[in-house]
């Protein structure tokens, strides 16, 4: 008998391919800013909540990547009533006029961005005096703790606060592009020609134009937000937002999906410029209506939630394994010998119905979840990394920022003695 060929595949057997990436289709920046709220909500305005879009100026900008957190006044008046700069009557205090402006400057940041800051002031009263802001993409939800819980806004500062805390802002600020590819070609016009565009898609962070939207604050019922998965033009499969057990959801869930099917069909389908995207959904009381809150890149940035990302990346986009096979033949008989039409046979499978998780009451997503939502985004990114690497890291970090303390209270103490010797060098007369 002869020897098997070790380089035979026939009789040898390869090792099983183990998949270390996800099988994702390359991720265009055109794509990225397709999912920019100011893109499409210009399309789908009139299914979303209302909103107002402010363009944000490199001033703006600037204020919200510099480190520190200094908030304008907004009990401050616009304009003093009276100055007395033209009034004939000199005062010394003019000679560091100059000064006084850079104390200003940093006092009030927006002198750097009066209009911008006057704008908002104005939509947030327009919009009822409360409102929930985002930038092109995410909303600052990690950094509700250091405002009451809460993405509730009455004042600019407020906004600014919330912006200038969160992690998700900075990516959004520093990361929009990250794992994109350019496009090959200049960007092709929509399904919807009224919004095709002629104008060169950005290649850098610094070729987008951020936007601030200031949405009129509604109070959701988190419970009947739910995020949908859309591949090649077809809605694949749903999930709940909140990730916590809700009853009540069970015997509607046919409802809720068919609602979002159709829904999807009659609005989205053929409008959304991208075959791959994730929408999130809000359907209130009596479930009869659909608002659009927020559509999300086809990429690893966006949760999954309740799936996995490979588990959606291979959903089979027919109904079950049913597939019609090519067949020489123009007709084949049935179990009763009758002969039917191809066509006939594939007009006889169900529909594709996109698969809808809810929690359910024993899963262990409905216990997972005790820690405060964004958590991790409330310690020094140092700290979060530190733990991952179990307790040594940790206690190497613990013990560095323990001398960086030492050391910060011996330089205090130094700086306070050469004060202490420099105040008692005065003259006695």
Request: with cysteine.
């Amino acid at each position: 008998m002869p020897a098997a060929d070790p380089h035979n595949s026939d009789s040898a057997e390869s090792p099983p391919r183990i998949t270390t990436r996800l099988p994702f289709p390359p991720v265009s920046k055109s794509h990225i800013l397709h999912c920019s709220y100011a893109y499409w909500h210009a399309l789908y305005r009139s299914i979303t909540p209302k909103a107002r879009v402010i363009p944000l100026t490199p001033a703006f900008l600037d204020y919200l990547r510099e480190d520190g957190i200094v908030l304008p006044d907004d009990n401050a008046d616009e304009q003093p009533p009276w100055d007395d700069s033209d009034s004939g009557v000199y005062s010394e205090d003019r000679e560091g006029e100059e000064d006084d402006d850079d104390d200003d400057a940093l006092l009030d940041p927006s002198v750097h961005f009066r209009d911008t800051h006057l704008l908002i002031k104005e939509e947030i009263a327009s919009l009822g005096g409360r409102i929930a802001p985002k930038l092109n993409w995410s909303a600052p939800r990690d950094a509700t703790w250091i405002a009451a819980n809460s993405m509730a806004c009455r004042t600019p500062s407020d906004i600014y606060l919330l912006l200038k805390s969160s992690d998700f802002i900075t990516h959004d600020l520093e990361h929009a592009f990250d794992d994109c590819i350019d496009d090959e070609q200049p960007e092709q016009a929509t399904l919807d020609s009224s919004i095709s565009s002629t104008e060169p898609a950005p290649k850098t962070i610094d070729d987008i134009q951020y936007t601030l939207v200031l949405r009129k604050w509604l109070e959701l019922n988190p419970s009947l937000e739910f995020r949908c998965f859309v591949r090649q033009r077809t809605l694949i499969a749903m999930t709940q937002r909140d990730l916590n057990h809700f009853d009540f959801l069970f015997p509607m869930a046919d409802q809720l999906r068919d609602l979002t099917q159709v829904f999807f069909d009659e609005r989205l389908k053929t409008t959304f410029p991208d075959p791959n995207f994730v929408f999130d959904v809000y359907i209130p009381p009596p479930h009869k209506r659909i608002w659009l809150i927020d559509i999300n890149p086809w990429a690893p940035r966006t949760d999954p939630l309740l799936f996995s990302w490979l588990e959606l990346l291979r959903l089979p986009l027919a109904s079950g394994s049913l597939q019609v096979l090519p067949d020489t033949s123009d007709a084949r008989v049935d179990e009763n010998g009758t002969e039917t039409d191809e066509d006939d046979a594939a007009a006889e499978l169900p529909p594709f119905l996109p698969e809808l998780r809810l929690v359910k009451r024993d899963d262990p997503e409905a216990y997972g979840f005790t820690t405060p939502q964004y958590s991790a985004h409330k310690l020094p990114k140092e700290v979060v990394d530190a733990s991952l690497g179990g307790p040594g890291p940790l206690r190497e970090f613990a013990d560095r920022w323990k001398e960086m303390l030492a050391q910060t209270q011996q330089q205090q103490e130094q700086e306070d003695d050469e004060e202490d010797v420099g105040g008692g060098a005065g003259v006695v007369t």
